[in-house]
Structure formats: C-alpha cells, structure tokens
C-alpha cells in the first residue's frame, strides 16, 4: 500500500471522444487488431489485452464526461507483442503514414522503441516494443 492508503494495479479503460464512432473502430480493428463490443445502450467498446477504450461520440450521450471532451485530444502509447518492423509494414499496407519511428522512447518499464501514426480523428497513437538486451 501507498502512503495515500490507495494501490492502483492498472487503467481499466479510457475513453475516446470521436467525430465517427463507425470510422473510429475500423480503424482500431483493422489497423491494430482490436476487438469491437456493444455494450448497455448502444454503447461501444474496443478490447485488446486485459483493456478497453469505450468510444464516445461527439457528443456525448453519456451522462459524466471529462469536463471538455474533444475528438483528436488523445495521445495513446500501445505496447506490440509484434515486432515494431512488422508492425510499420501493417500500418504502411493499410495506407497509414507514420509521423515518426521507430525511436528510442521511456516507457513506464523501461526503453521502448516507438513508431507513431493517427487515428482518424487525428489522435496521436504510439506503437511500441520495450528493448531487450
């Protein structure tokens, strides 16, 4: 335990705010291989590991949101069991340009090495492998 008294394990899930929920999640499923879910009323998930994203639309039906919420705000980091040269070649068949990579980053473990591209809405999605050696 903390000194807080709080232990937190792991982020469950986010939210992403998007102009097109039906474009967000091909993007999500055919580019990085997530798993779409409809959940409650008509709401959205996208699964990978032992996390989701709910995807929200702009605006938002939910009742509580982030106080302003916006399509393209997010800067995501995903950790890649693929390769990070097999995960360039993925992205560049599928027509998605990458800004930048692969560079050497720090991620919440140690050294990665990341390539970065957009999500439709313009959001910043990094794709990554820790180094090893």
């Given at each position: 335990m903390s000194d807080t008294g709080i232990t937190l394990d792991r982020l469950d899930h986010l939210v992403l705010t998007v102009r097109d929920v039906e474009a967000t999640c091909r993007f999500y499923e055919t580019v990085l291989g997530m798993r779409r879910e409809e959940f409650g009323a008509g709401r959205v998930a996208l699964h990978f590991g032992r996390q989701?994203?709910?995807?929200?639309?702009?605006?938002?039906?939910?009742?509580?949101?982030?106080?302003?919420?916006?399509?393209?705000?997010?800067?995501?980091?995903?950790?890649?069991?693929?390769?990070?040269?097999?995960?360039?070649?993925?992205?560049?068949?599928?027509?998605?340009?990458?800004?930048?990579?692969?560079?050497?980053?720090?991620?919440?473990?140690?050294?990665?090495?990341?390539?970065?591209?957009?999500?439709?809405?313009?959001?910043?999605?990094?794709?990554?492998?820790?180094a090893t050696g």
């Open positions: 989701k994203i709910n995807v929200h639309p702009h605006p938002s039906p939910v009742q509580i949101v982030a106080k302003d919420p916006r399509p393209g705000s997010a800067d995501l980091c995903f950790i890649a069991e693929t390769p990070l040269e097999e995960v360039a070649a993925h992205l560049e068949a599928r027509g998605v340009a990458i800004e930048m990579g692969p560079v050497e980053r720090t991620g919440a473990e140690g050294t990665l090495r990341s390539l970065y591209c957009r999500d439709p809405d313009g959001n910043l999605i990094e794709v990554s492998n820790y």
